[in-house]
């Protein structure tokens, strides 16, 4: 789960880390308000889960309230590569000596805790990394001992940070490895770490990632990410309980089990269709979570044409096929289905399918088969006999 | 033979006592898996259709010496689970459960580095191990799988049976199926079951199964390429899956240009690995590098 850069910050406040006083404001008069109260000159910033929010126009530093007036206005409402602003963060502008970067992550390959520091902030670190990889520390932390302030020194100084400043990047580094272990980040990012001309260590940017397994135990984050911006099917599916992704193609996907699902998104490509949605509908899913899955996928109008991908473990086909059944039943699908049944009951499954005769639904035996065959269908062309 | 559960499993449950972990356990015992007992805390002395019911690992140990642990244990109680089976000496422990923090995930698999190195984790989030005709320790569907020479490791469940079925409709048969899982911080690796196969002298040929996300089959096709003498096929799901997005899998993500699907099949077919496009191609490749019926270039 991505966090905003202001509920980013709000955690690195929490453990310690300094960051500039400001405020998350969805109106232009908010903002305003907001500005007299941290102070001008103010930056305005856009927040939406995207990167290049500065190129495309959603930072902007404003002197008084005329420019703070005009930048709200200007950024409110924008649209940053496809993410609509709702809400800007107001905070007193930072004067800036010099900006490094900080992060911590989950190293899966090692499997330790990954700390990261270069003194070439501001920028796209990946570039930093590719470039001059050598001005970019990275230091595993034993994960059952945690980060030292003494380690953070050594990693400051190893980058190469100004020495009256090692010790308050230290503080920064053990703050930001405390945010990411007592918040279940996957991700907590600062870029830039920014350095004032008073030598003060602040983090000017906060890029977080929460472990969405972890939630149970951190009810106050439970409500963060950016809910204005969630695909509205996204947000329904997750409160249904289903695994869900939404595509920009026609083809709807409905499968079992996530690996399964993500082969039939390769396979309907690579028969040369575009799927509309990844939806894994789970190891022992019944009748009822197919019939709440296939009403999922047709809320997405751009579908034209609906893949039912079984291959049943602890799954049942003949559950499936009564949750097919009881879902036409139900929703009177306009458009062609075609299912594949395989595994666990599968012959008692595609009798039931052919003994409802569901209208516009075709059965296939392979899913190669039963890719082509939906392609076809999406583009309007027809198959072999329905099921 | 074959590798980590067999007719010497002894196997001992953590949430035998539950809807989930009963059926299973059960479901196991009538493959012919030797199931010695199960642990859930306050109900020692109970038992599951003949199966006692531990209070702990410890009395577990004491009492029936499982060298196999399953865990069916909600998520937030896994971990610790794992680690109790673990001191209580289980050498192999196999997670079943899905759904916990990956930060337990990372404390649990360097506390049985540094504290218990003897025992080995399988998952979590996996679907356990099957060693066709001899034993079934998880989820696994059994009757898809032939007992035979094919050794697979997959992070995926549906996607094992998919492809371990089209294999044995090609008459050929498996020495084990080890489901590793799709967590980010799985308790063992490709490279970890390669090398058990590599050993293994019933299994002729490996079957991978991959999919998006971290970098353990690029490790794998280093592995491959240095250390091991049998033919390996496989297959990567997630070609299409957008960066950022995770699908379905807590660890199948693309996180900015690394963990995609194309960069890992191209570091196996680097290696030499031959990778199929679909689960019906990959079935196809090894069954034909078992001298089986030939599939077009």
Redo the contacts between chains.
């Keep these: 789960m991505?966090l905003l850069e202001y509920q980013g910050k709000q955690l690195f406040a929490r453990h310690g880390l300094k960051v500039s006083s400001g405020k998350a404001v969805t109106s232009v008069e908010d903002a305003l308000v907001a500005a007299d109260e941290v102070g001008y000159p103010v930056v305005v910033k856009a927040q939406v889960l995207i990167g290049g929010r500065g190129k495309a126009g959603g930072v902007k530093l404003a002197a008084n309230e005329s420019e703070a007036r005009e930048h709200a206005a200007n950024i409110l409402g924008m649209d940053i590569k496809g993410h609509t602003v709702r809400t800007v963060w107001i905070e007193h502008a930072s004067d800036i000596a010099s900006e490094y970067y900080a992060s911590v992550l989950?190293d899966?390959?090692a499997?330790?805790?990954l700390v990261m520091f270069s003194v070439e902030g501001g920028v796209d670190i990946?570039e930093v990394a590719e470039r001059t990889p050598e001005k970019l520390i990275r230091h595993h932390v034993?994960?059952?001992k945690g980060l030292s302030h003494e380690e953070g020194a050594q990693i400051a100084r190893d980058g190469g940070a100004d020495a009256d400043v090692v010790d308050g990047v230290a503080d920064a580094l053990v703050a930001l490895y405390e945010v990411w272990?007592a918040e279940?980040a996957?991700l907590a990012e600062i870029n830039p770490l920014i350095v004032t001309p008073e030598r003060e260590v602040k983090a000017l940017d906060s890029k977080v990632s929460l472990?969405?397994?972890?939630l149970?135990?951190h009810p106050e984050n439970q409500s963060l990410s950016d809910k204005e911006n969630e695909d509205p099917l996204e947000r329904r599916a997750k409160e249904e309980g289903l695994?869900f992704?939404k595509?920009d193609g026609d083809i709807g996907i409905l499968?079992?089990?996530?690996?399964?699902?993500?082969?039939t998104?390769?396979?309907v490509?690579?028969a040369g269709g575009e799927?509309a949605n990844?939806l894994?509908a789970g190891?022992g899913s019944n009748a009822e979570t197919i019939k709440q899955a296939v009403d999922l996928i047709l809320a997405n109008e751009a579908v034209k044409a609906v893949l039912v991908n079984i291959?049943?473990?602890?799954t049942r086909c003949d559950e499936v096929a009564l949750g097919l059944i009881a879902a036409f039943g139900e929703i009177k699908p306009s458009v062609p289905f075609v299912v594949r049944l395989?595994?666990?009951n599968d012959v008692e499954g595609r009798r039931l399918l052919s003994e409802a005769a569901l209208p516009n639904v075709h059965s296939a035996k392979?899913?190669?088969e039963a890719a082509e065959m939906v392609v076809a269908l999406a583009a309007g062309q027809p198959v072999g006999a329905p099921a | 033979m074959s590798v980590l559960v067999d007719e010497g499993t002894r196997l001992c449950v953590a949430g035998i006592t539950g809807r989930e972990g009963s059926f299973h356990t059960l479901n196991n015992r009538r493959y012919g898996t030797n199931v010695v007992g199960g642990v859930t805390p306050g109900k020692g002395g109970q038992d599951v259709e003949g199966i006692p019911v531990f209070d702990s690992w410890a009395d577990a140990m004491s009492e029936a010496q499982p060298n196999t642990a399953m865990i069916f244990v909600p998520p937030r109680f896994a971990a610790d689970a794992i680690l109790e089976a673990a001191g209580a000496g289980v050498e192999l422990v196999i997670a079943i459960t899905e759904g916990i923090p990956a930060h337990d995930e990372l404390r649990v698999y360097n506390t049985l580095e540094r504290d218990h190195p003897g025992t080995r984790l399988i998952g979590p989030n996996c679907p356990g191990i099957l060693s066709p005709g001899k034993a079934n320790v998880g989820i696994i569907p059994a009757s898809f799988f032939e007992q035979g020479n094919v050794g697979v490791v997959s992070r995926s469940g549906t996607l094992t049976y998919q492809i371990g079925n089209e294999i044995a409709r090609a008459g050929f048969g498996c020495s084990s199926i080890v489901g590793i899982g799709g967590d980010p911080v799985p308790g063992s690796s490709f490279v970890d079951v390669l090398e058990l196969f590599q050993a293994d002298d019933d299994t002729e040929l490996v079957v991978l199964s991959g999919e998006i996300g971290g970098s353990a089959e690029e490790e794998a096709a280093e592995y491959i390429a240095e250390n091991m003498s049998k033919p390996v096929v496989a297959y990567i799901a997630g070609f299409t899956a957008p960066a950022g997005k995770q699908m379905g899998h807590a660890g199948a993500i693309v996180s900015g240009s690394s963990g995609t699907a194309a960069a890992k099949a191209q570091a196996l077919e680097a290696k030499g690995v031959r990778v199929g496009r679909t689960p019906t191609e990959a079935a196809a490749i090894a069954v034909e590098v078992l001298g089986g019926a030939s599939v077009g270039a």
Excluded: H
């Design positions: 991505d989950l899966r390959s499997k330790q805790p990946e034993d994960a059952l272990l279940d996957t472990d969405g397994n972890a149970y135990r695994q992704v595509l499968g079992n089990g996530a690996g399964l699902v993500m082969s998104l390769d396979v490509a690579g799927p990844f894994d190891g291959f049943a473990g602890i395989d595994g666990t392979t899913m190669n």
